[in-house]
């Protein structure tokens, strides 16, 4: 579901505007994130790094209003929820694009994610996603490279507003574990400060990431 934003009462209109327009009106963001309390808890709990850190990220851009905005019809429009929709690597080395469900709990997320990626592995030839559903972010992880920067394909001349994040290899630094994170978004619907807030609020769940995916799921 969603609800159409009132841009001429927006204080962003102008913004808006100024950007809507751009031939590229993305920008692209990188930096690391903190992950090592996340790590650990998927390690003790033998739970998926990738599902729970998917999940944690997902859960943080759902509470920034401004990562569930689009642009559909040149109007601006909030969906009440956001979902992930991301690669995932089949058994020939080739990516495909998996849909996945948000859901409040942990477990629930888990075990339909783990399905989801089973049937896409298993329909590997189809490349193809809904070109039609906008209530989602792209995810994608490249698990080989400590990724500093990143760019991504675009069909420029159209109305595409959704966000991209792209996880890079985790690493050591001292005593912590840092995951590369490179966010892209809408220069229209987005701003650095809001870019800041998700991160901010990802960096708090994956702090309590063991009440938030173990202790509120027993």
Known sequence: MYKELDINNWNR???FYFFKDYDNPFYNVCTNIEITELLNVTKENKRSFVLSSLFLSIKSANTVEEFRYRIKDDKVII????????????????????????????????????????????????????PERLDVIHYTTIPWISLTSVSHARKFNTSDSIPKI???????????IMLPIC???????????????YLNVF??????????????NT
């Open 13 to 15: 209109k102008n913004h």
């Open 79 to 130: 969906f009440d929820v956001i979902h992930p929709f991301s690669t995932v690597l089949n058994d020939e080395n080739n990516f495909s694009f998996c849909p996945f469900n948000y859901f409040d709990k942990f477990d629930q997320f888990e075990k339909h994610g783990k399905i989801s990626i089973k049937q896409t592995i298993a329909n590997k030839d189809k490349l193809e996603g809904d």
């Open 166 to 176: 792209v996880f890079g290899k985790y690493f050591k630094e001292f005593e912590k």
């Open 183 to 197: 966010i892209e978004v809408h220069h229209s619907l987005v701003d650095g400060y809001h870019v800041a807030k």
């Open 203 to 216: 960096r708090e769940n994956i702090i309590n990431s063991n009440s938030i995916l173990i202790e509120t």
